[in-house]
């Protein structure tokens, strides 16, 4: 599941700009992958990927959309880009890490259980016990 697809992306970016960028558009899904592997990277140390909450949804769409922007520029102007753009990407990131750190909650995304969680299953008897194996 991506959180974005490249009519967002030509959206955020306008369609000339886009063109100029992404001539063939080959390059824009592969930023969007990127972008979404930063995002469900960060988001994987506590939430179940990909987050299906649709409450969470918008806001995983708008940073994924940000940190594909900022691939987007850097692409065409090297590492001359906006400053609101890396102004921007930053403070995505910063979210990121309070989303996995868990000072900030994505709202009805399903968490990861965690290290240490037990699971009980139920099962047949045991076939090789102590007591039927006495003797071998």
Do not use: H
């Not at 930023?31 to 995983?60: F, H, K, M, N, W």
């Not at 299953?121 to 194996?133: H, N, Q, S, Y």
Request: hydrophobic share 40%; proline share 6%; with cysteine.
């Amino acid at each position: 599941m991506m959180y974005a697809d490249i009519s967002d992306l030509r959206a955020r970016l306008g369609s000339s700009v886009f063109g100029e960028i992404y001539p063939s558009g080959e390059a824009a899904q592969e930023d969007l992958a990127d972008a979404q592997a930063e995002v469900d990277g960060c988001l994987s140390r506590r939430y179940s990927i990909p987050v299906t909450a649709p409450q969470s949804l918008p806001l995983l769409k708008g940073w994924t959309l940000t940190l594909c922007e900022e691939r987007a520029y850097s692409r065409a102007a090297g590492s001359c880009y906006a400053e609101k753009v890396a102004v921007r990407a930053a403070q995505v990131r910063k979210y990121l890490a309070a989303a996995a750190s868990g000072s900030f909650s994505l709202p009805g995304a399903g968490e990861n259980p965690g290290p240490g969680t037990i699971s009980l299953i139920a099962g047949d008897e045991p076939v090789f016990t102590r007591e039927k194996l006495k003797g071998y």
